[in-house]
């Protein structure tokens, strides 16, 4: 029973990844409201805590432990433990924290410790580059296809009809993904004796060049706008410096899954600048490497760098004995290659599992060419020594001391204990998003069906802001509607206040879960704000608010105007002259706050001061703007309320 077990765990290990190279770029599910990473998250998870629990049985079966040192080892375990602390110690936001990120993180770096220590063959080399090359082929047939709408005519589907539809989740990480594996794919083709393997390959890579020039004019800006937005790299590389400042953040960053809100905090000014950058609020820097610094600090950073590029110098080191060897070249050039992707872009979790598998490939084949900096470590408490080869399978007659089970029985509670944490988390979270894109899905044909789903996504995952963020917006459209009526029963008047509470109540919820994001206060404000004259002190809690968000986002003039014109309602217009002007003079060629100015000038009655600013703003509206004309036609009619200039002319002396 123990060399089936034995046998069992090994062949798991063996296949998860192939299965992780293979399937983690093609894998989406239309099921929940991020069809794509949030899946492909899922699936990552799903095969690390596969891949634990059969190495922690492969360790019962042996009775011991055994790890692989390799260069990447020591990295990616500091990696890890930068994450899981930076998420507990730094981060506003802990569950999203250690859900997202750090969870891609220590999944992978699980399979790769679990791969890596119990694997010494060429079938799992061989097993990877395949996988990687056979789904990088299949997506660029899939984009093929797509190019020419034939998918779309077997199966319709709106998803299909879309021409930025990708199964990586978009055109970027498609590039991301198979540009790495053609250069490496080249590299196998030039290499590699077999002509057989060189025509397979050379079809494949000619798949991948049709599909990535497809995708690169996909990015190409469509009708004079462009296809996708990134965080300019200087704003990124200033924001990632500003975390400096602070000695905490310097070592461990913002926390994982908060570029958000360190990018409202550190945002340059000088974004405004840029007519499509300046009211846009990113989630990443424009480069994952930037990010990292952002969110993990030096630590995180160094570590993540250092378990990539030791091996890659280590390869360099060895490369005369090696370069007839198509599966090392192959290796070497996915992790290059990867590697300059994760300084230049941002990338996703398609790009890491290139990285991680090509890591595991490569520690594999120093493995085999028996490299002094790849050793094999057993642990046992047992006072037996025994040298048996570890991949050798067991047999059935091999007896073992008490004490020699003592370790793997520790290893195995501590990983069911943190799967079981994990996974009971997990699957609610999960369960809520399913949930969230049914209420989607019915919101037009079942307003109350789709209202139960989104409140029942609320109930299961409790630590999403995202959720209470949307329900209160719901309910104070409810509420707003009931108090527009003009003839309100009083059960509709009961319901309005009962709506208006929970609008608020949701709001805060969100703020509370989110304390640091902008847009958690800023809806609050305008929840506040809808209310004002119908809830007592909503004018105070707005003013509250908003002030809180330009403290979050202070370089945003979009937030300064709202506060401005929230003033100038409530009647005190020498503060919401301050405001308009500060938000003029974050964004000078903006021409909303402009005209603002204008109208709060003419409030005042100062007509010349009203009439300049209506020109100011003026200068910045298009021409071709339905509201161009209505400009023209007040700058007349206040130019009608200033009384001319009387002027008395003086003769002039002739002087003979």
Avoid at 321 to 349: E, K, Q, R, Y
Wanted: aromatic content about 12%; hydrophobic content about 45%; charged content about 15%.
């Amino acid at each position: 029973m123990r060399q089936i077990l034995d046998k069992i765990s090994t062949q798991i290990l063996r296949y998860v990844p192939l299965i992780l190279a293979f399937l983690v770029p093609l894998f989406f599910l239309p099921i929940t409201t991020d069809f794509f990473n949030f899946n492909k998250l899922y699936l990552v998870s799903f095969l690390a805590s596969l891949s634990l629990i059969a190495w922690c049985v492969r360790s019962l079966t042996r009775g011991k432990l055994t790890f692989t040192t390799s260069p990447s080892l020591l990295p990616l375990v500091i990696l890890t433990l930068a994450n899981i602390i930076s998420s507990v110690w730094l981060s506003p936001t802990k569950h999203v924290s250690l859900f997202g990120q750090t969870a891609i993180i220590t999944a992978l770096s699980i399979i790769f410790i679990t791969s890596t220590s119990s694997q010494k063959n060429r079938a799992l080399i061989n097993s990877i580059i395949f996988g990687l090359i056979s789904s990088a082929t299949i997506l660029s047939l899939f984009t093929l296809l797509q190019r020419f709408n034939l998918l779309s005519k077997f199966v319709p589907s709106d998803l299909l009809s879309n021409k930025f539809f990708n199964l990586t989740g978009g055109i970027l990480p498609a590039l991301a993904f198979t540009l790495p594996i053609l250069i490496s794919t080249i590299g196998y083709l030039i290499v590699t004796k077999s002509w057989l393997t060189k025509s397979l390959l050379f079809a494949s890579a000619i798949f991948m060049i049709i599909a990535s020039l497809i995708n690169l004019t996909l990015l190409l800006p469509q009708s004079g706008q462009p296809v996708i937005v990134l965080l300019p790299y200087r704003a990124s590389w200033s924001i990632a410096i500003d975390t400096f400042k602070n000695w905490q953040t310097a070592l461990l960053g913002f926390g994982p899954e908060n570029y958000f809100t360190v990018f409202t905090r550190l945002r340059p000014s000088y974004l405004n600048l840029d007519n499509t950058l300046w009211n846009l609020r990113f989630v990443e820097s424009g480069s994952f490497l930037l990010t990292l610094i952002s969110t993990t600090g030096l630590i995180g950073t160094l570590a993540f760098l250092f378990s990539f590029s030791r091996p890659i110098i280590l390869s360099i080191k060895h490369r005369s004995t090696n370069l007839d060897n198509p599966s090392f070249i192959f290796m070497i050039l996915a992790l290059f290659s990867t590697l300059i992707s994760f300084v230049f872009i941002p990338i996703g979790i398609v790009s890491l599992v290139i990285g991680f598998v090509s890591l595991i490939a490569i520690t594999i084949e120093f493995k085999l060419l028996n490299l002094k900096d790849v050793r094999d470590l057993n642990l046992s408490i047992s006072a037996k020594s025994e040298p048996e080869n570890i991949y050798h399978d067991i047999s059935d007659d091999r007896r073992f001391s008490p004490t020699a089970f003592v370790l793997p029985w520790i290893m195995t509670l501590s990983s069911i204990l943190l799967l079981s944490l994990y996974w009971f988390y997990a699957i609610p979270a999960y369960t809520a998003s399913v949930s969230t894109r049914q209420a989607g899905v019915m919101v037009k044909t079942n307003s109350t069906g789709a209202y139960l789903k989104a409140v029942n996504a609320a109930q299961l995952d409790p630590f999403n802001s995202n959720y209470p963020l949307s329900l209160s917006q719901f309910y104070k459209a409810l509420a707003l509607s009931l108090l527009s009526k003009k003839d309100a029963t009083a059960e509709e008047k009961k319901n309005a206040t009962d709506y208006m509470q929970r609008a608020i109540d949701a709001g805060r919820l969100a703020a509370t879960l989110n304390p640091y994001n902008a847009n958690s206060h800023e809806n609050l404000a305008d929840i506040y704000q809808s209310f004002i004259g119908s809830a007592d002190g909503a004018e105070n809690f707005a003013v509250a608010h908003l002030n809180q968000a330009i403290i979050l986002d202070p370089t945003n003039p979009r937030l300064h105007l709202q506060f401005g014109i929230l003033f100038f309602n409530l009647g005190d217009t020498e503060q919401a002259l301050r405001l308009v002007s500060k938000a003029i003079e974050l964004k000078q060629n903006w021409d909303i706050p402009y005209y603002n100015m204008s109208a709060i000038y003419k409030f005042k009655k100062e007509y010349p001061l009203a009439l300049q600013y209506l020109k100011a703003g003026q200068q910045y509206t298009s021409t071709t703007s339905e509201d161009y004309p209505k400009i023209q036609e007040e700058i007349k009619s206040l130019e009608k309320l200033i009384p001319p200039t009387n002027t008395e002319s003086t003769p002039s002396a002739n002087i003979r």
